[in-house]
């Protein structure tokens, strides 16, 4: 029998690199399965219950130095990467222990990191980086920018304070009409959870490159009225926009893209959200979406031309999209 520390890690680790949207716990027993070569239907209940509590641990935030993520890593696969790497920290000696060092030379002393060194190597984290959130957001965190690490802890400390977790099935959330207001139904999966969050948030990069020194100051100035204002709109436990705050059209730079997008968009230099847009404009007017799976679109002529796909997922797109942008100009 397959022990649960064993389970518990690999668990873990099919979490770390799946599509948290698409796979269900019935796939993840069945690649333990496979990996352990063992019969688990006895311990199905366990493996559900791990699942459900990587899923909903707060998530820790990782340290600036032991992260390498790269900026222009797809955001949905990054936030499927943050939501699982909560305790995911703990040494392999144990907290607090030190690994043994047998007959080894003394190591030499690391040179003390310098205020600069110290300020890129947080600036490069992409966990660690302010985000700019969306109005509906921004209105229940109580500030316009915000880690993604932070929200993530925040929006699960106020599923578990409201009890909005669906007792017979943990992994759903019943939204009441704060959560209705960013996830726009009234009940979401775990899994799905994140990937909507994940469009709520952008970059500085994505928002025309201001600085973090920027960012921060933009940040302090808007904090104290919004947060006054979402505190209320908990205590009262409603959705109000009163309180909400419009945001500003995003300055985003136009791209040099390739011949086979220039002759979709019908110009040949064109901003990311700019070539989104009018993507889903293409797809909504022809009705390309898969009526059973709305997450799936159907590639006509000129999409087979981007894509070089058939069919292709909503989150996917992006990807296949990315290396039609040549350089900005």
Known sequence: MVSESELHHAIKEILKHADLERITPKQIRGQLEDQFNADLTDQK?????VITRILTEPAEEPDPEDDNSDDDEDLQSEEEEHVTKGGRRASANGPGRAAPNKGRAPAKPKPKATAAGSAA???????MKRMQLSSELASFMGTNFCPRTEVVKQMWAYIKENDLQ???DKREILCDDQLQAIFKR???NMFKMNKVLAGHMKTYEDLGGQSDGETERMEEAATPKQRATTTKKRKAATAGAAGKKEKKPANHPPWRISSELAAFVGKDRISRPGAVKALWEHIKGEDLQNPSDRREILCDAPLRAIFGQEKVTAFSMNKYLSQHFIEKV
């Open 186 to 188: 009234k009940k979401i």
């Open 121 to 127: 190597k947080k600036k490069g984290s992409a966990f």
């Open 166 to 168: 669906n007792p017979r």
């Open 45 to 49: 209940s366990y493996i559900k219950d």
